[in-house]
T-cell receptor, first 114, second 117 residues
Framework: DQQVKQNSPSLSVQEGRISILNCDYT??????FLWYKKYPAEGPTFLIS???IKDKNEDGRFTVFLNKSAKHLSLHIVPSQPGDSAVYFC?????????????WGLGTSLAVNP | EAQVTQNPRYLITVTGKKLTVTCSQN?????MSWYRQDPGLGLRQIYY???????DKGDVPEGYKVSRKEKRNFPLILESPSPNQTSLYFC????????????????FGSGTQLSVL
C-alpha cells in the first residue's frame, strides 16, 4: 500500500506558467518531506525539502507547501522552464529509527512546452 | 567534482552467476544506501550503511549482500541472481549530521540497469 502517493503520473504546462505537482501521504508519523528531480539516464537529484513544523519553504523558482491536516504537499515551479522537464519524486521520512529511510512516491513526469 | 559513481551502467547476466555492482563516493559521506526502482513500485531501499562496518537491511534485502570496508565504497553483491532481480539500481550517499536526517539531500549515482536472464 502506497504511503506516499503522487496521483498524477504526468503533467504538461507551457513555458512561463506555473507547474503544480501534488503529493499525498497517509502516515502521520512522517515529519520531513523532500522533492527530487530525475532526468533520463541519471539518478534523482535533491530539489527542495520541508520539515513538518513549517508550511512553506521557498528556494528560487521552487516552493513547497505542506498541509499537515490534509496530509498533502505540493511543489510549485514558477515560472516553468523547458529544462524543468523531468520526473519529480515526492519522498517522506518517518520520525522513527536511525535509518530514517525515505518512502517514495511513484513520480510525476513534467513536460514544459516551449 | 562531487559524485557517486556506479559501475557498470548496464549489465546482462544469467541466473545464478554471481555479480557485484560497485559504488563509490568522493564526498566523505557516512551514510550510503542501495535502492532498486521498478515500474509501479517506485524506489525501494535494499540495504543501507550508517558508517564503515555498519550495515543493515532495508525493505527488500532478500538475495542481496553489501559490505562497507571503506567509507567511500559500498558494493552491492548478488550471490545468485534471479530474474526477479532485473531492475534499475541506484546507490546513494549523504552526510550524517548529528541530530539531523540521515537521508537528507541524498546524492545518487546514475544507476545500473541489470537484466537477469
Amino acid at each position: 500500500d502506497q504511503q506516499v502517493k503522487q496521483n498524477s503520473p504526468s503533467l504538461s504546462v507551457q513555458e512561463g506558467r506555473i507547474s503544480i505537482l501534488n503529493c499525498d501521504y497517509t502516515n502521520s508519523m512522517f515529519d520531513y518531506f523532500l522533492w527530487y528531480k530525475k532526468y533520463p539516464a541519471e539518478g534523482p537529484t535533491f530539489l527542495i525539502s520541508i520539515s513538518s513544523i513549517k508550511d512553506k519553504n521557498e528556494d528560487g523558482r521552487f516552493t513547497v507547501f505542506l498541509n499537515k491536516s490534509a496530509k498533502h504537499l505540493s511543489l510549485h515551479i514558477v515560472p516553468s522552464q523547458p529544462g524543468d522537464s523531468a520526473v519529480y519524486f515526492c519522498a517522506a521520512s518517518p520520525n522513527a529509527g536511525n535509518n530514517r529511510k525515505l518512502i517514495w512516491g511513484l513520480g510525476t513526469s513534467l513536460a514544459v512546452n516551449p | 567534482e562531487a559524485q557517486v559513481t556506479q559501475n557498470p551502467r548496464y549489465l546482462i547476466t544469467v541466473t545464478g552467476k554471481k555479480l557485484t555492482v560497485t559504488c563509490s563516493q568522493n564526498m566523505n559521506h557516512e551514510y550510503m544506501s542501495w535502492y532498486r526502482q521498478d515500474p509501479g513500485l517506485g524506489l525501494r531501499q535494499i540495504y543501507y550503511s550508517m558508517n564503515v562496518e555498519v550495515t543493515d537491511k532495508g525493505d527488500v534485502p532478500e538475495g542481496y549482500k553489501v559490505s562497507r570496508k571503506e567509507k567511500r565504497n559500498f558494493p552491492l553483491i548478488l550471490e545468485s541472481p534471479s530474474p526477479n532481480q532485473t531492475s534499475l539500481y541506484f546507490c546513494a550517499s549523504s552526510l550524517l549530521r548529528t541530530g539531523g536526517l540521515a537521508n537528507e539531500k541524498l546524492f545518487f549515482g546514475s544507476g545500473t540497469q541489470l537484466s537477469v536472464l
